[in-house]
C-alpha cells in the first residue's frame, strides 16, 4: 500500500472529485469536456466556462448522465486531465477506490473498470464503494449494529434515498432530480414572470445569492438575458421571491417523494430513524434552511453534513486511511465482470 500510489475518485454528473492519499489532498474540477468533432478543445474548468458561450459546432457536455458513465471515451480523458494536473507521472499501478451508484451491471461496471484501463489510464487495480456507504462513513454513522440510519444525497441530477441496517444498504430509491432540475426551474420561473431568457449558469449563481426556503428576506439581483419577444438582449432585476418559488419546486417534490419512501420503511427502522434524524448530504444541501424546510414537510429531524459534495470523498478517504475500513471497497477485477 506505502509503495502504491492510491486515490479516491467520485465521478459526479457535476464535478469530479479526487483524493490522494500520497499528497493527503482532495481535489475538484468541474467534470465537462469541449469538444469540435474528434478535437477535443478543453477539459474541466476551462470546458465550464464554455457552456452556454460556445458557437454550435464546440459541443460542451458532462460524460455522466444522473450519476452513471454515459461517454466512456470523454470521461476517461477528463479523469487522466485532472489526474496529470495532480500528478505529472502517474506511473502503472495505482490503485483506484470508485464511488459508484447502487445496483449496477456488469457492463456499468466495466465502464468504470475501462476508465483507468483504457487508452490513457492502465494496470490500475479498482475497487468499488457504493456511494451512500461512503457518505454515512463521513458523516460518522456507525455502520455495525446499526439499528437503522437513512442517507439522502442531494446530487447535481438526482437525488438518493438509503437505509443502512446493520453495514448492508436494504432499502433505496433515486429520484432524477438535482441541483440542475432547480437551475432549469428558476431558468422557467424567470422566463414565465420576466419574458426573460437566461442560461442555466445564471440560474445556478440566482440560486447561490438568494436561494432560501424559510427566510422571506426581500432580495433582487440585476441580471442580463435575451428578452422572449423581441430576442434583444435586456437588463431585469430579478425578485428573490421568484428564484425561490423555482427551487420550491424541485424540493417539495423531493420532500414528496422523501415522505412515499419513508411510509414504506418498516416500524422499527423508522422509529430508530425518527430518533436519530435523517442525515443530508450533497451539493445542493448549501441552499439555507433545507435541512428545516424538509423536516417541517416530513415531520423528521434532519442532520445536515458539513461536507456537501464533498461528503462521498471523505468517506472513500476514511476508507484509503483506515484499513480496519477496507472491507466496505470490493475489488474488481475485468475476468469477474
Known sequence: MLLRKTYGIDLGSS????????????????NMVASKGHTIIAIGNEAYEMFE????????????????????ELQEIALYSMMKKIDKFLGIGSDMFFSVPLDMTAIEKRAYYHVVNGHWLRQKRVYMV??????????????????GSMVVNIGAQSTQFSILTDGNIIMSRKVPIGGRQMNEAICAEIRKRYN???GTR??????????????????????????????????EII???????????????????????L?????QIAYHISREGIYLTGGSTRIPYIDNYLASYTGVSFNLSPFYEKSTICGLEKIIRDRDLRNWAQPVKQRKL
Do not use: H, W
Open 15 to 30: 464535478t469530479i472529485k479526487v483524493y490522494s492519499f500520497l499528497k493527503n489532498k482532495s481535489y475538484m474540477e468541474k
Open 53 to 72: 458561450k460556445s458557437p454550435v459546432n464546440i459541443a460542451v457536455n458532462s460524460p455522466m448522465t444522473f450519476g452513471m458513465i454515459a461517454n466512456l
Open 130 to 147: 457504493e456511494a451512500p456507504i461512503a457518505d454515512a462513513l463521513a458523516m460518522g454513522i456507525r455502520m455495525e449494529k446499526n439499528e
Open 196 to 198: 426573460l431568457q437566461i
Open 202 to 235: 445564471t440560474g445556478k449563481r440566482l440560486k447561490i445569492a438568494m436561494g432560501r426556503l424559510n427566510d422571506q428576506r426581500k432580495d433582487a439581483r440585476k441580471v442580463v438575458g435575451i428578452d422572449s419577444i423581441s430576442g434583444l438582449p435586456r437588463e
Open 239 to 261: 425578485s428573490g421571491y421568484v428564484v425561490n418559488a423555482g427551487i420550491m419546486d424541485c424540493v417539495n417534490a423531493i420532500a414528496a417523494e422523501m415522505k412515499i419512501f
Open 263 to 267: 411510509e414504506r420503511i418498516p416500524p
